[in-house]
């Protein structure tokens, strides 16, 4: 039975909300609420539903390869835990199929890569063309391209079973769950926070975490004054999946997930998961844009009707240009879009850190959140528990921005 009254509350129940709900079960003894709607069962457009997630999905790349090395970083430390949660929770989201960068190999990402991995002393395969056709023959690749390969601690999660298991390990630790939608928040004479919701429950927290990704700008939870001055935009992702037949999976065994990276092309950065089991009890290969794709929505109602749809028709097309022309012998069963939203951040990581007293910000994903998300949780529990600054990747890095600064 839910309390009425929290030492700490984490509104938004996704990736990064519930892993620091966890976090905050691990490292205080006090009473913890996760706030949160459950994925709908219906489908978006006739769910009813006010806000979505970005973690309505059952694959996203997991690697720790990264040029930029705070991203590296969060994805390590979050890729070491993934079997600690899976085994406590008997709820498995991890697949380690490993992880491929591709592209010409003069492209300016490759020194990023080779000094984060010397860096951080990962372990990965550099192959040529030649090792490339040896190792993915169903792959059609220009003669000037080049890849880094990880075996291990990469591959993909379900970020919808991710965020089952941190949530099923939060409540067994006796964070209390309420599965609703946050409509506004507001400080009472005390100075505790006054939370109410879609249902009407209201309930008050000494502290809170905003972990609202694509709606934090559009709903009533962050002080308005400092809402509008916040640096963070919505931006959209449309991605293609490709039905696999039954007869056709062996053709892909062993296929890892897939970056693409051309910095100098349009549409030259994608990325490509293997047949994955969705719950229709298909397979589907799936591909996403990176930046080139990404429009910006500005209004709630806007963000609303991105959920309802499905996607960039303009993109989708891209997309499955991009696959007929890498992966030329494959026939898929049928072809689907699909889309999400998430928030982007002007240094391209996650914000963290105190928006007024005793509320902290923890939201950016920038597209990049769901592997990382264990770790950044607890970056998030860490930064609500203490007043300083309390974790080894300094704060600069999680910097909250705000506009004309």
């Not at 009890?281 to 209004?299: A, N, R, V």
């Amino acid at each position: 039975m839910a309390s009425d009254s929290y030492d700490i509350t984490v509104i938004g129940a996704g990736c990064m909300g519930s892993a620091c709900a966890r976090h905050l079960t691990e490292c205080y003894q006090g009473k913890i609420c996760l706030i949160g709607p459950d994925e709908p069962s219906l489908p978006r457009h006739a769910s009813g539903r006010s806000v979505f997630a970005a973690y309505y999905d059952q694959g996203r790349i997991t690697r720790r390869l990264d040029p930029d090395p705070v991203w590296s970083k969060v994805a390590h430390r979050s890729i070491l835990r993934y079997q600690n949660i899976q085994q406590i929770t008997g709820i498995q989201y991890y697949h380690e199929v490993g992880s491929l960068i591709i592209g010409p190999g003069d492209d300016k990402i490759w020194n990023g890569v080779e000094k984060c991995a010397q860096d951080l002393q990962y372990q990965y395969h550099k192959l040529n063309i030649q090792g490339l056709r040896g190792q993915f023959p169903y792959l059609a690749l220009p003669d000037d391209y080049a890849g880094f390969y990880e075996t291990c601690s990469a591959g993909y999660i379900s970020p919808r079973n991710q965020v089952k298991a941190e949530i099923k390990a939060a409540t067994e630790n006796g964070c209390d769950l309420i599965r609703d939608i946050v409509n506004r928040v507001y400080r009472n004479e005390d100075g505790k926070f006054i939370i109410t919701t879609e249902s009407n429950i209201t309930i008050k927290s000494q502290k809170i975490v905003v972990a609202t990704g694509a709606f934090t700008l559009f709903k009533d939870i962050i002080p308005i004054d400092i809402r509008q001055k916040l640096d963070i935009t919505c931006g959209t992702q449309t991605v293609v999946k490709f039905e696999v037949a039954q007869d056709d999976l062996n053709h892909f065994s062993g296929m890892p997930c897939i970056l693409h990276r051309n910095s100098d092309k349009p549409n030259g950065n994608w990325y490509l998961l293997p047949p994955i089991l969705y719950p229709d009890g298909k397979y589907y290969l799936k591909i996403g844009h990176s930046k080139d794709f990404i429009d910006l929505i500005t209004t709630y109602e806007d963000v609303l009707e991105w959920f309802h749809g499905s996607g960039n028709p303009e993109a989708k097309n891209v997309l499955v240009d991009i696959v007929k022309k890498f992966l030329p012998d494959f026939k898929p069963a049928s072809i689907q879009s699909d889309c999400c939203a998430y928030t982007l951040t002007p240094h391209d990581h996650v914000m963290i850190g105190n928006i007024t007293d005793d509320m902290v910000l923890l939201t950016g994903g920038n597209g990049h959140a769901a592997k990382s998300a264990d770790e950044l949780g607890k970056i998030g529990a860490l930064a609500i528990l203490n007043n300083d600054w309390n974790y080894d990747i300094p704060s600069e890095e999680f910097k909250l921005c705000f506009k004309n600064e």
